[in-house]
């Protein structure tokens, strides 16, 4: 599976952006899918991840309530809506996939098996 993640880019603080990660190789249907994000200088964090059906989410506190995950599994898409975006949220993003093909929705880095290439995003104050 080839991950291909897009939509960075530089918005003002309060600003909304999508990121969109689209597969190659292979349906996506019933991988769970994650986001994760670094910033200059810190470890890679998990920010969003949904189930193998979409029927799951779970975020990290510092997102809750902002980002929004879901996927397009016809499109064989994963998204990632981030509204009321902060300075802090600065990073490269990245998606990723696990192909345990479980209703899990996992939140480790160990727990995915393929990873897109990332896509910039800076919040400007």
């Known amino acids: 599976v080839q991950l291909q993640a897009s939509g960075g880019g530089l918005v003002q603080a309060g600003g909304s952006l999508r990121l969109s990660c689209a597969a190659s190789?292979?349906?996506?249907?019933?991988?769970?899918m994650g986001w994760f994000r670094q910033a200059p200088g810190k470890e890679r964090e998990f920010v969003a991840a949904?189930?193998?059906?979409?029927?799951?989410?779970y975020y990290a506190d510092s997102v809750k309530g902002r980002f929004t995950v879901s996927r397009d599994n016809a499109e064989n898409t994963v998204y990632l809506q981030m509204n009321s975006l902060k300075p802090e949220d600065t990073a490269v993003y990245f998606c990723?996939?696990?192909?345990?093909?479980?209703?899990?929705?996992?939140?480790?880095?160990?727990?995915?098996?393929?990873w897109g290439q990332g896509t910039l995003v800076t919040v400007s104050s």
């Open positions: 990723a996939a696990d192909r345990r093909l479980t209703e899990v929705v996992p939140t480790r880095r160990s727990q995915y098996d393929y």
């Open positions: 949904i189930s193998g059906s979409g029927g799951s989410t």
């Open positions: 190789g292979r349906t996506l249907s019933g991988y769970a």
